[in-house]
Structure formats: C-alpha cells, structure tokens
T-cell receptor, first 114, second 113 residues
Framework: EAQVTQNPRYLITVTGKKLTVTCSQN?????MSWYRQDPGLGLRQIYY???????DKGDVPEGYKVSRKEKRNFPLILESPSPNQTSLYFC?????????????FGSGTQLSVL | SQKIEQNSEALNIQEGKTATLTCNYT??????LQWYRQDPGRGPVFLLL?????KEKRKERLKVTFDTTLKQSLFHITASQPADSATYLC????????????FGRGTQLTVWP
C-alpha cells in the first residue's frame, strides 16, 4: 500500500532532550516536506527536500533540522526542544515537487514538550 | 508575503444541501490550486487540483472553480452528507513558489441530518 509513515504517533518529552521524528515513504517520491499544525495558524511548512541531499527552509525552520540521505526517508530532528515546539507534525511527499503535484500526508505526530 | 483566506472557520449545513467554501488569496499568482480534506487528528487527504487555465473541475459530488481575476476558488459539495463533515483546506501553489505549498487555515464543515 502506498503510504507515508511517521513515527512515533505521540511523543511527550522534556525541554532540551534531543528527539527525532521519522518519516518514510514507499512511493519513490523525490519531494518530501515537513509541516507543523497549530490551532488558529493552520499548516506551516518547516523544511522541504526536492531530492536526496537537497533540502531547503520553509516558513518556520528555527529549532529544527532535517536530512535527506536516502530517497525514502526524511527525518525531522529537534536538537533542543522547547515548549513552543509543542504541535502536531505532518510529513508529506509527492512525486516531483509541488508544481501540479498532489501531496501525500502521513498520519501525524503529536509532540508535547514539557 | 502570500496570504490565503478561507471563509468562516465553520460552516453548518443540512444534509442534502450544497456546501460552498471560499478560498481567497493575495500577493501571488498561483499556477494551480489544490483542495484537501482533513479529519480530526489525521493528515490532509488530496481531493482536487485545478489549474489556472481551467475554470471548473468536477469529481463526483465535488466541484471546484478557479477565478484568477478575482483571486478566488470556490469549492462545492452537492447533496452533502454527514460523512462530508471535516475541515477543508485550500492550497494555491506553483509559479515562483516551487517547493513551497501554502495552506489556508481551513473551513470546518458540519453536515447535520
């Protein structure tokens, strides 16, 4: 089944403790992206990757890191999480980018930073 | 910067009626516009994509229009059903925003029996 898989589904952590949210897609998509969703603010793009080893900032990249060493994986790294990073995170992918391409989203990761 | 506005955060309609959702955008010229459905706690799911040279697009009970002069898209659900209750997001994209896709905040639709 074609899908975008995020793990974990729920995560509670404490300020400053490094964490990684994994994202994997099995559709051989070139493009992957991370979004966060907050009440009243909608979906905001954090980082995106047009292909392996190619990443770029979205609207809210501060406090996040990403890497794209393999086509299928695009992990989101929070090296020193803070409470304002408490949010619902979504990974998404598409075949070649956002030009005329629909996005496939993962099921989300609800992160709470205490 | 780009700005996307979707009409009223919530829309309540009776089953069987047509729901009309509005998406207005400013400060850019998208080459296409996408609509997604999102259920609580789940990831958005793609519904329709309409290009700037298309005035209207249909898929089953869904219809989307795209007016580049008005900078507006309308999303219609005909013969609405309670199962259509969800949040609907619009996402204008393309042009100079390659790699970026901006989403509106969404309209929460509730269809009551």
């Amino acid at each position: 089944e074609a899908q975008v898989t995020q793990n974990p589904r729920y995560l509670i952590t404490v300020t400053g403790k490094k964490l990684t949210v994994t994202c994997s897609q099995n559709m051989n998509h070139e493009y992957m992206s991370w979004y966060r969703q907050d009440p009243g603010l909608g979906l905001r793009q954090i980082y995106y990757s047009m292909n392996v080893e190619v990443t770029d900032k979205g609207d809210v990249p501060e406090g996040y890191k990403v890497s794209r060493k393999e086509k299928r994986n695009f992990p989101l790294i929070l090296e020193s999480p803070s409470p304002n990073q408490t949010s619902l995170y979504f990974c998404a992918s598409s075949l070649r980018g956002t030009a005329n391409e629909k996005l496939f989203f993962g099921s989300g990761t609800q992160l709470s930073v205490l | 910067s780009q700005k996307i506005e979707q009409n009223s955060e919530a829309l309540n309609i009776q089953e069987g009626k047509t729901a009309t959702l509005t998406c207005n955008y400013t400060n850019y010229s998208p080459a296409y516009l996408q609509w997604y459905r999102q259920d609580p706690g789940r990831g958005p799911v793609f519904l329709l994509l309409i290009r700037e040279n298309e005035k209207e697009k249909r898929k089953e009970r869904l219809k989307v229009t795209f007016d580049t002069t008005l900078k507006q898209s309308l999303f219609h659900i005909t013969a609405s059903q309670p199962a259509d209750s969800a949040t609907y997001l619009c996402a204008p994209g393309g042009g100079s925003t390659l790699g970026r896709l901006y989403f509106g905040r969404g309209t929460q639709l509730t269809v009551w029996p």
